[in-house]
């Protein structure tokens, strides 16, 4: 059987015809149905379909125009400019044999609403809907526009105009119907709105094809289009040479049919001729809900929109950071070239502050300025700012009354010049440096300067020569003039205003009016301005790396390593440059280590883990927070790691439940902390975290974190910062300082050593008493299992001073609250390797699955026989496993879990157990650690439930105390 060369017809791409109406010969736009409202005062084009060829002729107000359809029964003609009226007129339109009439036609002024979801925001929905409700204003109407996307242009719309009433207007644009309600008030004459709106839409999609072919900015865009769009050559192009893809495919594929052999897979449809149909798409909401509306005659725009483009061009430099303002160019251009009216008013809301949590605050104050910058570049726009009347915890505010009336305003002074109406509130007009203090003067003040809570006017910042950003103390001086002056700041050099997403700043001018976030004056380079760092120049640069570059593995600028021999001391400068300004920090110390590979950021490469004190901190930063000068102690947190809150012990002022200056490292995972804090007070230096995941969500900081975690964990707050640049320094020693260094090293170790000593000899003591057998032993490892995890911690660990052994033993201990038992194990050692007798986690993946020999018990568990038995088993390793008997081993089960199951190599499951063979019994068990201590399975003697070895016996909760210790007979 061949393939049908019908295939061709049902190819994934296809020409997607216009969507015309052809319910009757004669048919007309949505625009134009009963309740209209016509613009006056200019030609106003009236359009629609009949026959081909057919003559149509349209009255209206006295007005007869005739006109020929063309052969696609396509027809327009221009009715002569109209006067405001605001009684009902009807419009009688005939072809041939068929006549339709629209009903009940005003004519005045008309407008397009348009935007996201609070241009679509209903009424009901509103502050003011119950006064709306009670008393429409009957001459205003609105015909509201379906959602709907088109790859192609659609020429009609299922919809239809309504009258105000209060079985209507609830479900009214709010800011379009206040637009209006105002408009009327002042005009006294009727107003339609044409509402077109979509929440959490982008601007992309509204640009028609004209606007991005007519802007040079937005050209990218343009290119993507012209292969996705059926009406371009280019789409022609490549749907062509897919077309004949495919007929070459269908060719071959016949030939092998006929030669019975399989077939290959048709060629793949190229993404690029996919048609642009979401609505998130460029040109599909144009297309699909705006194009049936053009060209009806309209007065202008206003446009609510802004919140889904808002962080596109965060923190990006040069012509890139006006991204919005260039695609607003493209809107209008593409929309005034469509209703060929060059100088179409656009007026605008500014979006209000809100809290988007997982932005840096400064991200939505840029975006501000981008949209401030629309009115002074593009002619024939204004803004409005709502920075008062909006709602920080809510994205869509309520008060829509009040926007609806400022965009009014704004057409009635600037498209019906009534110049008396105030409609900007204050904008900056200059900035002059007068000593220490700033003077700004304003434009839009009307009768003066005001804040609309009676306070000094807040939310200014000033950033002078050699400090950044700080909070300036403001005064109105006169009419029209603020001064500004900021205890820090001696040369100021620039202002910013409501910088900051949250911002709902006070100044306004005498009509109530406010003022819109700015910023104005040039930085200077922080980096490079001369820092009071008294021993700098002792130091020498080892590493430096951007930040803005990390991942799992840091990649350094420079790298320094070779050429360091030896040193004594090690610093720290870390710089930030975000939206609270330039900050940096210098922070030096007596050297923790003498490996220079270590003293970086600790990645998993590095193997470098310090969580340690640190003595002789010399801490220098512009930070206020950060206390200059030298500190006796310190901390240190490094490791590649996760880690928890719970404090080490020994360290002062930590939490248990905030993550600060003494965390515990969890060993796994691989979040990663660099911290270094000074001991007393309490205080974060720096911290740098959670690098893996790249620049904008690794926390990082200077000083504590005032809100959070006070070492800036889970802050990821990368992206707020522009510069993250991080310098590593070392102090170099010569030979003998070198020698000096090294003594005192082995010093302090044989001290620690011995202390640690100490604290075995007292633990084997505590033991003696029961196990007479433990004075031959030296306890090596000690584990509050009430802290078990992924990871094991030891608060006794002697690892390092055991060089020998010939027995090992295990002496677990478990209290419920009401009684408390034990058992002691000793037996041949089954390894030589000290750091494989502890508990078999994955950071030390051990595994032990073998004949114990000579074992000793003592217990007072009353299930567990003490003695001396000649052969057990042990099973340690940190993996799943199961019951299966895989080794035969002598009386185990292949059904329940006991001495003798399989261990898997694969999971987290975990076993620590130790057996007698004959009778095969349990000596005592630990599973299931990597879950935490309640969910661990522990025991002693055999478990009663279905598990002889507590496997799923999940009973960690049980006891209130579990602890094990593991001791050596050392051997010469």
Known sequence: MKIHWMYRYILLFSVILLTIPNATALDLPAAFTDHAVLQHGVSVPVWGWTDNNAQVEVTFQGHTITTTANADGEWQLKLPPLKPSKTPANMSIRSGSESTTVKDILVGEVWLCSGQSNMEWILERSLSFDNVKQNPNTLIRMITVPRKTSSVRLKSAKTKWQTASSNTVGRWSAVGYHFAEKLQQELDMPVGMLSISWGGTLIEPWIPIEGYQRTPEVEDIYNKIKLSSPSTSEYETAAKKYVNKVEDWIQKSNDQIDKQKPISSAPAFPKSLKPLDSNRSPTALYNGMINPFVPYAIKGVIWYQGESNHTQDANKIGPARWGYLHKTKALLAGWRYLWDNPTLPYYFVQIAPYNYKNNAPDVLPQFWESQAEIEKQLPNTGMVVVNDIGNISDIHPRNKLDVGHRLANLALHETYGKTEIVARGPQLRDMI????????????????????DGKSPSHFEIAGTKTSWRKAKAKIESKDTIILSAKDINQPVAVRYAWDMLAEPNLINSVGLPTGAFRHGELPDYSKVEKNIPDRDQYTVVYEADLNKAKKKIVYDINNTNDIQGFDRIAYMLELNGDQGYQWVFVSMDAFTDD????????????????QQLDNLNVYSNNNSLKNGNHKNGNIEFWATNYKPNKQSGVASASDEAFDHSDTNSKDGDYGSMQIHIANPAETVFALNHWVEGSKTLDIGIGSQSSGNADWTFAKNGGRYKLKKL?????KADPDVMAAIEAKRLKKQAIAAEQKRKESKKLKSKLIRSIPEIRNYTAVYTTNLNNAGPAISYDLNISDQIES?????????????????????????????????GIPTLQSPFVFQTTAKNLSVLTNHPNVTAGKYPTGHIEFWPYNYGPNNQLNIPNASQQIYDHGDANKNTGDYGSMQIHLL???STLFAINNWYDGARKMDIGIGNSTGKSRDWTFAKNGSQYRMKTLTILVRESN
């Open 596 to 611: 220079i590979q270590k003293i970086a950021v600790p990645t998993a490469d590095s193997k470098a883990v310090f969580q």
């Open 727 to 731: 310098t590593v320094l070392v102090r």
């Open 805 to 837: 052994f010939d027995r090992i033993a295990y002496y677990l201990e478990l209290d419920d609250g009401s009684k408390s038992r034990w058992i002691y194990v000793s037996l041949d050692a089954f390894t030589d390797d000290v750091q494989k007798i």
């Open 918 to 920: 004959n009778p095969a």
């Open 433 to 452: 440096v007068s000593g220490n203090q700033l003077r700004l003067n304003f434009n839009n003040a009307a009768d003066g300067l005001d804040t609309r």
